[in-house]
């Protein structure tokens, strides 16, 4: 009778718990010839969080992964080193299950082989989930515009595999793009399909003197420079010094952790002229990789403080690959979204790393566009269009290219796993579809209230930016929508300095190649004067004037120069500041881009 009072006892507390916990306890739906609730596609973080997440609330899960071990871009691309999300105050940002992974492994730099063994624990811990590693997704089951399921490869044979659900959680949306979701590739959006951020190729290295790492980085006199017990991060100035033998390729700082064998992995080789979609151009790119390192490690030895007696032990087997195809789907996080804090009605993340746009082939020191304190993941951004029943996780997800120069961190599409695993518990047990989530309050108070309770951090955004209160703002936002204004870690846009040649050229230049306009590369003097910028902006629109005043008339008519702006251009031998500059560029554009198919639309 005891043993009985006990086990009624125990199952009452664990229904209690999971009331508590805000998962639902009503008996799912039986759906027809279906193996799984959910199958999540991809053994990323982000994929073995979305299982975890789906399997604790009830989800009989499939999780597939095409290598021969869990944890992709961490484990099996060595990138070890993680892009944190605290808020100015501290605040981590990404809590839940991130953070259950963030302590299992001992923090922001850990080993890899641990890594490996926490993730598989995490999956192998559940008992809602079946793993299969070394399957390959090959194609998605659809019905009409519904995913039902997946055709695999395992142990060399094919197979389907049907569900109610399925989660897309790979690097570059494999499942959706074969689904047909509308996309676009790299900064195909802001009219630089072209434009691909380098790769990198993490490698090892051994009998580095570690004590004189941490002492040279924490006494070198930069604040942006460090190092503790596990990680090190400078070496910038040596780094950009280096002279690459493959004209393709460029060092920069390091960003070095500690394994607990000693080893040390390194972040700071930057590889261009990679196609991230082709299997052999990365084989090659690691290759080349391999093969400038023997020109890196002598000059690594002779100009590191610490690394004088460094030996290379080897590379990762997989590039970092940063950026690939951005799913279309309900919403498309923006900039604005990212550097203005916004928060969102249907939140289920929340972020704040740095607009990190690394370098390209064309512009080799990257830059970045800003930084916010905190900014809300819609649901709405796991959502894409065209295709029902799919989720897409990580750096692929409904972002506009600049946002996901902060969104794409693995943190923030750890969390969005655990939001994705929780709106599949609710879209299975209330036979909804996820798009019809997005439409429901109901539904996303649900995912919202079942997150909290499950760890993770959710509060409103109420953040406000002092650069918002700039007068000229509005022309900020346009030219920044365009990858051509930048602010720094510090939201600097600098807009009381003097507008330079340079940056005038190449705002202006670019700004009327997006706007679809054909003109002539304008040029104006090392100090550019009003006259100078009024006359390159009054040809762009082909006017007829010759003097500055009449130049100045056709422009107000046109609607590029208000009453507001208009006084700041009433000497035409004054040099301008930016702001005047920026908001005029701004207007001029949105007048030539408005009927314009062509045209990048901001």
Not at 67 to 83: C, P, S, V
Not at 353 to 368: L, M
Not at 378 to 401: C, E, H, M, Q
Not at 442 to 464: F, N, P, R, S
Request: proline share 3%; hydrophobic share 40%.
């Amino acid at each position: 009778m005891k043993k009985f009072t006990a086990l009624v006892l125990l199952v009452s507390f664990l229904l209690t718990g999971c009331q508590q916990a805000g998962a639902k306890v009503a008996e799912k739906p039986v759906f027809a010839n279906t193996d799984y609730d959910v199958i999540v596609v991809g053994g990323e973080p982000e994929g073995v969080v979305a299982a975890v997440s789906a399997a604790r609330n009830g989800m009989k899960t499939l999780l597939i992964e095409d290598d021969a071990a869990l944890g992709g871009l961490m484990t099996l691309g060595q990138l070890n080193f993680i892009d944190m999300c605290h808020g100015r105050d501290g605040t981590l940002l990404t809590q839940g299950i991130f953070e259950e992974f963030y302590d299992a492994v001992g923090g922001t730099a850990f080993d890899i082989e641990k890594a490996k063994s926490v993730f598989l624990k995490m999956v192998t811990d559940e008992v809602n989930i079946d793993l299969k590693l070394n399957t390959s997704f090959l194609e998605p089951l659809l019905e009409d515009n519904v995913i039902v399921g997946v055709t695999v490869k395992e142990d060399g044979d094919t197979k389907q595999y049907r569900s109610a659900r399925v989660i897309d959680a790979t690097v570059d949306a494999d499942v959706a793009i074969a689904s047909g979701v509308p996309h676009t590739f790299a900064g195909e959006d802001i009219g630089e399909k072209d434009r691909q951020m380098g790769v990198t190729l993490v490698f090892t290295l051994q009998n580095v003197h570690w004590d004189k790492v941490v002492e040279y980085l924490e006494n070198d006199g930069n604040a942006g420079t460090g190092a503790n017990e596990k990680a090190a991060w400078g070496y910038t100035q040596e780094g950009f010094s280096y002279e690459p033998q493959d004209e393709m390729m460029r060092l920069r700082g390091f960003n070095a952790a500690r394994q607990d064998d000693g080893k040390v992995l390194v972040n700071a080789l930057i590889i261009f002229g990679v196609d991230v979609l082709d299997k052999e151009s990365k084989a090659a790119a690691i290759e080349r990789g391999r093969a400038e390192l023997n020109h890196i490690l002598p000059y690594v030895q002779e100009n590191f403080i610490g690394f004088e007696d460094a030996e290379l032990v080897g590379t990762a087997e997989q590039l970092y690959v940063r950026e690939s195809f951005h799913i279309i789907g309900e919403y498309q996080l923006s900039i604005d979204d990212v550097l203005e804090n916004r928060d969102q009605w249907d939140k289920i993340a929340i972020g704040n790393y740095p607009v990190d746009v690394q370098p390209t082939a064309t512009q080799r020191y990257g830059t970045v566009i800003g930084s916010p304190d905190r900014y809300a993941i819609p649901f709405r951004s796991l959502v894409p269009l065209t295709i029902d029943n799919l989720l897409v996780v990580g750096r692929s997800a409904s972002y506009k290219s600049l946002a996901a120069g902060s969104a794409r961190v693995i943190p923030i599409g750890m969390a969005e796993g655990q939001a994705a695993g929780i709106a599949t518990a609710y879209s299975v047990n209330n036979d909804l579809t996820y798009r019809e989530m997005t439409l429901s309050k109901k539904a996303i108070q649900w995912v919202q209230k079942t997150l909290k309770a499950q760890g993770a951090y959710l509060e409103d955004i109420t953040t406000h930016e002092d650069f918002m209160d700039h007068w000229a703002y509005e022309g900020v936002k346009v030219i920044r929508a365009l990858g051509l204004l930048d602010g720094g870690y510090d939201n600097n846009y600098h807009l009381e300095d003097q507008m330079s040649k340079w940056r005038y050229q190449n705002m202006f230049n670019k700004a009327m190649v997006k706007a679809g306009v054909t003109l002539e590369y304008m040029q104006v003097g090392d100090n550019p004067t009003n006259g100078e910028i009024i006359g390159t902006v009054a040809k762009a629109l082909n006017c007829p004037a010759e003097s500055y005043q009449q130049q100045l008339t056709f422009l107000q008519n046109e609607g590029v120069i208000d009453e507001a702006l208009l006084p700041y251009f009433a000497d035409s031998e004054k040099n301008p500041q930016a702001a005047e500059v920026i908001m005029l560029v701004a207007n001029l554009y949105l007048l030539l881009s408005a009927d314009n198919p062509q045209a990048v639309q901001v």
